[in-house]
């Protein structure tokens, strides 16, 4: 099976911060990487798809980049709703995708 | 609207049997393989079972393999999870997700990219005497 392994696990940043989450998976997974934002209480939100392809209507502050077995998700200027959890997910396996282990973004 | 609505959660005993359900619509139900994908109270998203769009083929997640069983009745459009032998470590919420596709066309080949851009409010199994 694939590992999906995010650092760091938490995070405090402030608004209009730009940060850096990244993924990293056991394997070579080509482009086949997806980020997700889930607040409390709520499900997954799909956010990049395919590493670097923007989900229609998320905002352009949130970019994917990467390839292989290295991704970073990068949020450019942190707004107040950005605070949330964030996870990496590989779909290279069919419909056997795994999930990382998520990064918690925390006000400072 | 496209949407999907899980049902079926609840209390149940360790050994116990519980079968979830998730109905889909605004969209196409049998055009698109389905997921189910759960979370432990103060945990993380654990990916559990897929099935494609005509419920021909079947995943699991190694921690479910020979006691959960996912299925689809595509004329009724209800993704099912039926979930056997239930231990403590079961306890989560279950979301239950669409999978949908992109394809990028090079000189070379198509890609295929998969990903779930819709889901459920989810339904809570808690395992527990």
């Known amino acids: 099976d694939i590992q999906m392994t995010q650092s760091p696990s938490s995070l405090s940043a402030s608004v209009g911060d730009r940060v850096t989450i990244t993924c990293q998976a056991s394997?070579?997974?080509?482009?086949?990487l997806n980020w997700y934002q889930q607040k409390p209480e709520k499900a997954p939100k799909l956010l990049i798809y395919a590493a670097s392809s923007l989900q229609s209507g998320v905002p352009s502050r949130f970019n994917g980049s990467g390839s292989g077995t290295d991704f970073t998700l990068t949020i450019s200027s942190l707004q107040p709703e950005d605070f949330a959890t964030y996870y990496c997910?590989?779909?290279?396996?069919?419909?056997?995708?795994?999930f990382g282990q998520g990064t918690k973004l925390e006000i400072k | 609207e496209v949407q999907l609505l899980e049902s079926g959660g609840g209390l149940v005993q360790p050994g116990g049997s519980l079968r979830l359900s998730c109905a889909a619509s605004g969209f196409t139900f049998s055009s698109n393989a389905m997921s189910w994908v759960r979370q432990a109270p103060g945990k993380g998203l654990e990916w559990v079972s897929g099935?494609?769009?005509?419920?021909?083929?079947?995943y699991y997640a190694d921690s479910v393999k020979g006691r959960f069983t996912i299925s689809r009745d595509n004329s009724k459009n209800t993704l099912y999870l039926q979930m056997n032998s239930l231990r403590a470590e079961d306890t989560a919420v279950y979301y239950c997700g669409r999978r949908s596709m992109t394809t990028v066309t090079t000189a070379r080949d198509n890609y295929y990219y998969y990903y779930m851009d819709v889901w459920g409010k989810g339904t809570t199994v808690t395992v527990s005497s």
């Open positions: 099935i494609s769009g005509r419920g021909g083929s079947t």
């Open positions: 997910q590989q779909s290279y396996n069919t419909l056997l995708y795994t």
């Open positions: 394997q070579s997974i080509s482009s086949y």
